[in-house]
């Protein structure tokens, strides 16, 4: 097997020349945002096996700089919805990790009050709107959260992270069509990652018309982007969601990415021969999170010794939320009968 999916943006090693407009302080922030992402990513995986995370799991490493970098330009009370690969955005978006761990484990106390587990994490006080399971599922309600935010005047913008497949479902171009008619303050974000399960990208659309290019036809601004970089990922959206608190509408962009493990689960799955283990290794040379920590240490904004000291609190934070996750209260039989609804 030949590596087919090759990266195709800068790469942080040639980066020295980026400059930023943001200070040390945010930067550092977004750094460490996404260490953190990546080693509460490793300790859900490394538990998985215990099977006592009752929830199936679609773990984002590799994706860390889309959801830092984009929900970094949002405020709390803009909305976001995804799929069901949710833990970098809740967590991103402000999301506490112990309702997170505590959802994973079907806790009562859960971001979700146990009913979602990780494809379905909610949590309105950090305007983690939802996440849905069905493939292109949030598309349309996070624009319908735009056009309450248009109607209603308010200063808000609504995000809707996709993945590659979700562009082949029609309720995704049936949203950006009347996003883009109403002029809706809305980001529709995908993360190519060039797979939907085992079926690579190209098994699925026509070659040589790239996703963003599909957008740009509905009239909309459209752009690719390098979603390795998280100062790419935030430059862009952060001029989108300018675009559209000013009332000039939605934008698409697209992020290249790579997801470094299997479709769910844990661990990688290339073996089952749908994509080159080579591929993998390919694109882990480019990791966001390395990457950015290589700039930083370039541009003398940060030190070992910092990484460190971050690396041993989110040790710590991780260990005490797993820790009130796993001792946290299972759902009573009662439960079953509150949050439901008839007619
Ligand atoms: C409407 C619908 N069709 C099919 C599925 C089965 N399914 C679950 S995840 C997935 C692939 C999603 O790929 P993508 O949207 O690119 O996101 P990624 O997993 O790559 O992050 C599919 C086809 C589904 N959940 N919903």
Redesign the pocket.
Do not use: P, Q, T
């Given at each position: 097997m030949a590596i087919k999916n090759k990266y195709k943006g800068n790469g942080f090693q040639s980066h020295e020349n980026q400059n930023s407009s943001l200070s040390k302080e945010i930067l550092v922030g977004l750094y460490r945002d996404m260490l953190r992402i990546r080693r509460i990513e490793e300790a859900i995986e490394s538990r998985y096996h215990e099977d006592e995370m009752k929830s199936p799991i679609?773990l984002v490493m590799g994706h860390e700089a889309i959801s830092v970098g984009s929900c970094s330009t949002l405020k709390i009370d803009d909305l976001i919805y995804c799929?069901?690969?949710t833990h970098g955005h809740y967590l991103a978006k402000g999301g506490s990790l112990k309702g997170m761990l505590s959802e994973l484990y079907c806790r009562a106390n859960g971001c979700s009050g146990s009913r979602g587990g990780s494809m379905h994490l909610l949590d309105k006080s950090v305007g983690m709107a939802g996440s849905s399971?069905?493939?292109?599922?949030a598309i349309p309600i996070a624009t319908g959260a735009a056009l309450s935010f248009q109607l209603k005047q308010q200063d808000r913008v609504s995000v809707a992270y996709?993945?590659?497949?979700?562009t082949e479902?029609g309720a995704c171009w049936e949203a950006v069509n009347f996003a883009a008619l109403k002029k809706l303050p809305v980001i529709f974000f995908c993360?190519?990652?060039f797979?939907?399960?085992c079926s690579p990208l190209e098994v699925r659309q026509p070659p040589n018309v790239e996703i963003y290019r599909k957008a740009e036809g509905f009239g909309l601004p459209a752009v690719q982007i390098d979603g390795t970089n998280i100062l790419d990922v935030y430059d862009s959206t952060q001029e989108a969601v300018a675009r559209a608190r000013k009332g000039d509408g939605p934008t698409f962009i697209e992020a290249l990415t790579y997801?470094w493990r299997g479709?769910g689960g844990a661990g990688d799955d290339s073996a089952s021969g749908y994509r080159d283990p080579e591929e993998v290794q390919h694109w882990e040379q480019y990791c966001p999170v390395d990457g950015f920590y290589d700039y930083l240490i370039k541009m003398n904004l940060y030190s070992k010794a910092e990484k460190d000291l971050a690396e041993k609190e989110i040790k710590e934070e991780i260990e005490e939320a797993f820790d009130f996750a796993i001792s946290s209260p299972n759902p009573q039989e009662i439960d079953l009968y509150t949050h439901v609804y008839s007619q």
């Open positions: 679609h799929g069901h690969r399971a069905i493939v292109a599922g996709l993945g590659d497949a979700a479902e993360e190519n990652n797979f939907s399960v997801r479709h």
